[in-house]
């Protein structure tokens, strides 16, 4: 398999990633396009849905990534194993999540993932991080009540702003009465989930659900 080599960091607000993504034809992505909608934002090589989607088949498993490359070549992989509950898209989460979720069958998405997001370390790049408000506000419009949210980092000031911006929002009540999940509730977990406990390091989790 040939190497995809892509820049670690890209940065959401140049000029190329402005444009908002156009909503693909659901029909043609899923098998089933009705059953409930596990959405994996910033998903990277696009791994761990992968594996959730056969894990559990009898849900629909959606990663976005702004790195084009590791879209196409999720997206083979995907081809290559059959898999009819998994679609990866190529977007950028800060400007196309309102129109991709609103093109989604009514009471659809029921669970998202934000995992080891780009910190961007600076005060000056913290607009280029992907928890805003603004897409708090558009996951608590469209995820289905009872839904949750699950926030992984193992940066702690970065999983700190992640739950203060969901904290934030009326529509989500964290879970576990403000402290970090000690597991990861999922079945699987990301290779960089992996990497930083194989070092010792802590990961800092959260829960929130949609009220």
């Given at each position: ?9 890209v940065n ?5 990633y402005?444009?908002?993504l156009?909503p ?16 994996d ?21 959606l ?19 059959g ?5 990866y898209?190529?977007?950028n989460a800060n400007n196309?999540?309102?129109p ?6 009514q009471?659809r998405?029921?669970?998202v993932t934000?995992?080891f997001?780009d ?7 913290a ?11 558009e ?5 289905l ?6 926030l992984?980092s193992?940066m ?6 992640m739950?203060d911006?969901?904290?934030a ?24 989930e992996?990497y930083?406990?194989?070092k010792?390091e ?7 659900e949609?009220?």
């Amino acid at each position: 398999m040939a190497i995809i080599r892509v820049r670690q960091h890209v940065n959401p607000l140049a000029h190329k990633y402005q444009t908002p993504l156009n909503p693909p034809n659901w029909e043609k992505v899923f098998a089933q396009p009705n059953l409930p909608l596990h959405l994996d934002i910033g998903c990277a090589k696009g791994r761990f849905v992968l594996n959730m989607a056969q894990v559990e088949p009898m849900w629909n498993f959606l990663g976005l990534e702004i790195r084009e490359p590791l879209v196409a070549d999720a997206n083979r992989l995907r081809d290559e194993l059959g898999l009819r509950n998994l679609h990866y898209l190529f977007c950028n989460a800060n400007n196309s999540l309102r129109p991709l979720l609103s093109s989604l069958p009514q009471t659809r998405l029921q669970r998202v993932t934000i995992q080891f997001p780009d910190p961007w370390f600076k005060n000056r790049h913290a607009k280029r991080r992907v928890v805003q408000p603004e897409l708090v506000a558009e996951l608590a419009e469209f995820l289905l009540p009872g839904g949750i949210v699950f926030l992984q980092s193992d940066m702690e000031f970065l999983a700190v702003e992640m739950c203060d911006r969901f904290a934030a929002n009326s529509a989500f009540v964290r879970h576990g009465k403000g402290e970090w999940l000690a597991e990861n509730p999922l079945s699987v977990p990301t290779e960089r989930e992996t990497y930083t406990l194989n070092k010792g390091e802590p990961v800092y989790r959260a829960i929130f659900e949609k009220s």
